[in-house]
C-alpha cells in the first residue's frame, strides 16, 4: 500500500510538473505576446504623432487672411469661368450666323453673276 501510494503520489507530481509546464510555456507566450503589442502601440502612437505634427504644420502654413483670400480669388475665377464660357457660346453662335450669312452672300452673288452674262447664242 505504502508503495501504491507512492506511486500515485509519483503520478501526481509527474502531471502536476507537466501542468505546470504547460501554465508556464502559455505565460511565457502571454508575455512575448503583450510585449510585442506594446511595442506596435508604440510604434502606432509615434505614427500617429508625426501625422499630428504634418497636421499642424500644415494649418500653420495657412492664416484665416490667406484662405479667406485664396477663398475669394476661388470664388471670382469660378465667376470668370461662367463669364468666359457664356462670351464663347455668344461667339460661336455669331461665328454660325456669319458663315451663313457669307453662303447665302456668295449664293447671291452667284446668281447676279449670271444675270449679267449675256444669253449663249
Known sequence: MAESGD???GI???QDDEREATWR????NAEDALKA???????????????L????????????????????????LKQRVRQLTADNRTFDERLKAAR?????????????????EPPSR
Open 7 to 9: 506511486r500515485r503520489s
Open 37 to 51: 503589442a506594446h511595442a506596435e502601440i508604440l510604434t502606432q502612437r509615434t505614427r500617429i504623432g508625426e501625422l
Open 53 to 76: 505634427g504634418q497636421i499642424r504644420d500644415l494649418e500653420a502654413e495657412w492664416t484665416e487672411e490667406a484662405i479667406q483670400r485664396i477663398t475669394t480669388e476661388n470664388t471670382a
Open 25 to 28: 510555456e502559455r505565460a511565457l
Open 100 to 116: 451663313s450669312n457669307l453662303l447665302f452672300q456668295d449664293r447671291r452673288v452667284a446668281d447676279l453673276e449670271a444675270q449679267l
Open 12 to 14: 501526481l507530481v509527474e
